[in-house]
């Protein structure tokens, strides 16, 4: 049975409540407890009080803490729960989050649940330091008391208490139970005022009845809420959806939007301004970028410059930065498994005069560290450069150990990491890694495209990549996407402070692919390695199919995923990763990539993996069949 206890001013106004229709009923037959209590019988002013002016001043008085305080202790002394902890306790306040039918469910489900009823002016606000878990509004309005919120809040969790209403289906089809409005309802008799009941209500054909009613549900709820109807259409869309390209780019957080929405709206002044919105704007951006180099580990080692991506972070690289420092040499290090915004732009500086190599990987897609050591010139090599999650396969490479025979051979040479595929989803630290350049994007972590950070040593010496207003400390000039830097801030705090669990679900979510295809199928090719690999990247070849092909048979399904790099997949070349891996034309023609983020679920997972096997049995039947 659950019980509610609410505190109150008013318990007869409350009490009225429950005492007619289904939630009376409910009570009367054991289903639900609801009592309520006077907040005053605990007050101990002797002229009966319950609140008191407040300090500072203002309108109004504000309710006292001791009545409120014995009022929830003699609660829980009378009424203690199963487990003597503390019930969940609500507080009614125009200031709390929203009350939404998903909040009913939620709440439903405890056994125990205590709604406190502000009057006056408010509660003192040690009350809700010392008692209360959540605020709850009923809307953007002000009342004289909490009592009907908590009345309305009382009676729609009632509703969903196992045994209160004759059926699941009573509430389940009702209105905002599943985002629509509830569909039209009609009853005897058949013609009212010329307006007759449709037919198909008649006919009895049950299934053409729950077609009716769905489709006047989505009609109905598209004239009369708008924003409801774009979340189901959302949701109806991404219900046969299943999305395997995350390390292409990932789908922007609600959140994210959010925050975006709010900074174009309040702080829309150029930052630059000197005006008190441009400085409020200014204060933001310098609030963000501390706390995205706090992320890394650099709040006291390094800056933090923000770019339209890891593309340009990665060209400012080469294109500005080595320029900037020429006394370090003109030799210039990068791994054969860079992606194409590291390796064009090093072999573009050849035609600057730079002299570029290009370290071997195993077989595994790692660098080889010894080779790369006997490749650096002390004193003229100027940069090396080795990304930390190949984008391809999910290689993990030895940064930490590359920084380290850099520094014994060659101290001044420069250190640069594109982190595009390893930042959110792996630590990363600049003290730990020891690089002096990394750059990150925000579209790979569920944040807005088009932003991205370099962060730079504070030993690098740095050439301006724009010129013009002097924006980022003078070394990209142009106003700086405001709410974009915030979007990102926020994609890159949520998914960095739970790096472990969502480590722990991509990791089951390979597995389920990797098991699936290693017992499904006997011709395949795991290119991704089995250690040191993250675990957001599975990348294998079926030898003798055509990649496009699986990705446009799998497609049929619902379910995406790419051909390679997204950012090299439209190019004739084979990857070069798999080529500097050993692979053959084969095995390479036949890879694709599998990636994901922990918005996926396994069950998207089995799903996906069941039909890939599926699809590729077809394939290599109908191959055997071409060939014969």
């Keep these: 049975m659950k019980r509610i206890d609410i505190l109150t001013l008013f318990p007869d106004m409350c009490s009225a409540a429950f005492s007619e ?47 409120v305080k014995s009022c929830y202790d003699a609660v829980l002394k009378d009424h203690p729960t199963d487990d003597g902890g503390k019930p969940y306790t609500v507080y009614m306040s125009p200031q709390g989050t929203p009350f939404t039918q998903q909040t009913a469910r939620r709440l439903a489900k405890l056994d125990r649940l205590v709604i406190i009823c502000g009057h006056y002016e408010g509660i003192d606000e040690r009350i809700i330091e010392d008692i209360v878990d959540e605020e709850i509004s009923m809307g953007d309005f002000v009342l004289t008391g909490g009592e009907i ?56 054909n049950h299934a053409d009845i729950e077609q009716w009613r769905l489709e006047n549900a989505i009609g109905r709820t598209k004239e009369k809420r708008p924003d409801l109807y774009e979340k189901y259409m959302r949701r109806e869309r991404e219900k046969n959806t299943y999305y395997f390209d995350n390390s292409a780019t990932t789908k922007q957080w609600d959140e994210v939007t959010a925050r975006m929405a709010r900074v174009c709206e309040v702080l829309y002044a150029n930052p630059s301004s000197l005006h008190g919105p441009g400085f409020d704007a200014e204060k933001e951006l310098t609030s963000v970028r501390r706390k995205l180099l706090g992320l890394i580990g650099g709040e006291d080692s390094g800056n933090l410059y923000f770019t339209s991506g890891a593309t340009e972070a990665n060209n400012w690289v080469f294109r500005s930065i080595l320029p900037a420092n020429p006394r370090l040499g003109r030799h210039v290090i990068i791994s054969a498994v860079e992606h194409p915004s590291v390796s064009e732009s090093a072999l573009s500086m050849k035609e600057q005069g730079c002299d570029v190599e290009i370290a071997p ?36 490479q ?188 084969k095995v390479i023609d036949g890879a694709i990539r599998i990636s994901f983020s922990a918005d996926n679920t396994e069950e998207q997972c089995e799903f996906a993996a069941k039909t890939l096997v599926r699809e590729i049995k077809t394939l290599y039947a109908l191959h055997s069949r071409k060939k014969n």
């Design 398 to 585: 030895p940064v930490e150990e590359i920084v380290r025979e850099v520094r014994r051979l060659s101290p001044g040479t420069l250190v640069h990491c594109d982190c595009v595929q390893s930042f959110g989803k792996i630590s990363v630290n600049v003290k730990k890694l020891g690089a002096d350049l990394i750059s990150v994007s925000a579209h790979k972590i569920h944040g807005p495209r088009g932003i991205g950070f370099l962060y730079a040593d504070k030993r690098v010496k740095i050439k301006p990549l724009l010129y013009g207003g002097g924006q980022e400390n003078g070394f990209r000039s142009g106003t700086e996407n405001l709410p974009a830097i915030c979007g990102f801030e926020t994609a890159a705090s949520v998914i960095c402070g739970s790096l472990d669990d969502r480590f722990s679900k991509a990791a089951r979510m390979k597995e389920i692919f990797t098991s699936a295809i290693t017992s499904g199928l006997k011709t395949y090719v795991l290119n991704s390695p089995e250690e040191n690999c993250s675990p957001y990247i599975l990348n294998v070849s079926f030898p003798g199919l055509r990649a496009e092909v699986i990705l446009h048979t799998l497609e049929k399904s619902g379910i995406y995923v790419s051909v390679g790099s997204a950012c090299s997949s439209h190019k004739k070349n084979r990857s070069a990763v798999l080529t500097a891996m050993g692979k053959n034309t």
């Design 149 to 204: 919120p908590a009345m309305a809040v009382a009676d729609c969790i009632a509703r969903l208490v196992p045994g209160v209403l004759a059926s699941d289906e009573a509430y389940e089809n009702e209105s905002h139970s599943d985002i629509l409005l509830e569909y039209a309802q009609y009853t005897r008799p058949e013609v009212i005022a010329g307006k007759k009941v449709p037919d198909v209500l008649l006919r009895g």
């Design 361 to 396: 990987v195993d077989a595994d897609g790692r660098v080889n560290v010894a080779k790369l050591a006997e490749m650096i010139r002390p004193g003229e090599t100027a940069l090396v450069s080795v990304m930390h999650v190949n984008s391809e396969t999910g290689s993990i």
């Design 21 to 67: 229709s289904i939630v009376a009923r409910a009570i009367k037959a054991g289903h639900l407890e609801i009592d309520c209590h006077q907040i005053r019988t605990y007050t101990e002013d002797r002229q009966g009080k319950v609140d008191d002016y407040p300090y500072g001043g203002g309108p109004g008085l504000i309710m006292s803490y001791q009545p």
